[in-house]
């Protein structure tokens, strides 16, 4: 890195569904942080499906938009990449030294890893404390994350006259948002959901830590299409159904039943999640908290029906807990909450931090 250059960089989250651009100034000392410049732009749903960049000029000109008529003067982003490209598996090892760590890391993981490893740019991360599996064992987080993937994405970047600093990864993104904004008042035992619109990714904290993380291949998008399906509706009118604006010649009954199916479905998944973590982790200790972060934590009934499957509070995460939205920001944003999450844990990374 060049000196003198500043670390800070713009969080840029490129969702499904629209891109979201939030940059921060530190105010000093246990303050906290100030928005500087935030942006939340539809795209098209061709632009990006399922975590494919399928019109690579749409997310150019989009993104070139938002850099323009924000004024955004850093061109320096740290962006994150979505369950569908990423694999976060907690391994566990006999315990090794360093050097040992960095020869076999690439060997153990092709044992966790489904995608062909020549193909993947592998991160990993060595757990402090004790492992999950005893004396004499370790436990490593390992990420994979597909080159080819890691390439569109930064290209896209690139090619808008950006340069992509640091590649994250959606959820842990979210976590520092969490972390950032929670501090001292961290749940212990939660789940942390991003509920997008192609993905939802959770992960689970122990005593305030992450200990697992799983992508499920259900979002938003999901509950567009079955409605769509089921009412034989446009994507249009099913999009708005689910917001319950009222949409001619459909009940508000029909769509809060075919609603709470797919929420159904979603918890299902989300149980199933937490039940894997408890036998793997050997504990009984139920979830505290759930915090929703994502478009998908307006879905109407969904906040009420995790509360019941797990009897625990189920909140928004706030990203702005901490983080001051000024005034000039806060009558064009009183509706960004959650979907924001990512991009302020993603502002709130710097040039060669780990
Ligand atoms: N008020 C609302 N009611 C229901 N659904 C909503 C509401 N607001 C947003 N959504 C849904 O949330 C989803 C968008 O959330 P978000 O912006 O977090 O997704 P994304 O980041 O673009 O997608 P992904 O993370 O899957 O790449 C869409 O499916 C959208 O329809
Ligand atoms: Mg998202």
Same mark, same amino acid.
């Given at each position: 890195m060049q000196f003198g250059r500043s670390k800070d960089l713009v969080g840029l989250d490129i969702g499904d569904s629209s891109i979201k651009v939030v940059e921060l100034k530190e105010l000093g000392r246990g303050r906290g942080w100030e928005v500087q410049s935030m942006a939340h732009e539809p795209l098209p749903p061709e632009a990006i499906v399922d975590g494919a960049i399928m019109d690579a000029?749409?997310?150019?000109?989009?993104?070139?938009?938002?850099?323009?008529?924000?004024?955004?003067?850093?061109?320096? +982003?740290? *962006?994150g990449l979505s369950g569908h490209s990423v694999i976060i598996r907690?391994?566990?090892?006999?315990?090794?030294?360093?050097?040992?760590?960095?020869?076999?890391?690439?060997?153990?993981? =092709?044992?966790?890893?489904?995608?062909?490893?020549?193909?993947?740019?592998?991160?990993?991360? +060595?757990l402090e404390g004790s492992s999950l599996a005893g004396e004499g064992n370790?436990? #490593?987080?390992? +990420? @994979?994350?597909?080159?080819?993937?890691i390439d569109d994405y930064t290209s896209v970047i690139s090619q808008a006259g950006l340069e992509p600093v640091v590649v994250d990864v959606g959820t842990f993104a979210a976590l520092n948002c969490l972390e950032a904004n929670y501090a001292a008042e961290m749940p212990g035992h939660a789940a942390l959901i991003d509920i997008g619109a192609s993905v939802t990714s959770i992960a689970i904290l122990q005593n305030g830590v992450s200990v697992f993380w799983r992508d499920i291949q259900i979002g938003g998008n999901q509950y567009t299409a079955t409605l769509q399906r089921e009412l034989n509706l446009s994507r249009?009118? @099913?999009?708005?159904?689910?917001?319950? =604006?009222? #949409?001619?010649?459909?009940?508000?009954?029909?769509?809060?039943?075919?609603?709470?199916?797919?929420?159904?479905?979603?918890?299902?998944?989300?149980?199933?999640?937490v039940?894997?973590?408890?036998?793997?982790?050997? *504990?009984?200790?139920? /979830?505290?908290?759930?915090?929703? *972060?994502?478009? !998908?934590?307006? /879905? &109407?009934? /969904?906040?009420?029906?995790?509360?019941?499957?797990? !009897?625990?509070?189920?909140?928004?995460?706030? &990203?702005?807990?901490?983080?001051?939205?000024?005034?000039? /920001?806060? !009558?064009?944003?009183?509706?960004?909450g959650p979907e924001t999450a990512v991009a302020v844990g993603l502002a709130l990374r710097k040039a060669g931090d780990r």
């Open positions: 000029g749409l997310v150019v000109d989009t993104l070139q938009r938002i850099w323009s008529q924000r004024r955004i003067k850093n061109k320096r +982003v740290a *962006t907690r391994i566990n090892l006999p315990a090794m030294g360093e050097q040992e760590l960095a020869e076999q890391i690439r060997w153990e993981a =092709e044992q966790y890893i489904p995608f062909n490893i020549q193909e993947v740019s592998l991160d990993y991360h +060595v370790m436990d #490593v987080i390992l +990420v @994979a994350a597909r080159k080819e993937k249009e009118q @099913a999009d708005a159904a689910k917001r319950m =604006e009222t #949409v001619e010649g459909v009940s508000m009954e029909q769509v809060a039943t075919i609603l709470a199916s797919v929420n159904d479905d979603l918890c299902h998944e989300i149980h199933r999640t039940d894997f973590v408890k036998a793997f982790a050997g *504990t009984e200790t139920p /979830l505290q908290a759930i915090l929703l *972060t994502g478009g !998908g934590a307006r /879905l &109407p009934g /969904l906040q009420d029906a995790l509360g019941k499957q797990f !009897g625990v509070r189920v909140d928004m995460l706030d &990203p702005f807990r901490k983080v001051r939205l000024p005034s000039r /920001l806060e !009558g064009q944003f009183a509706e960004t």
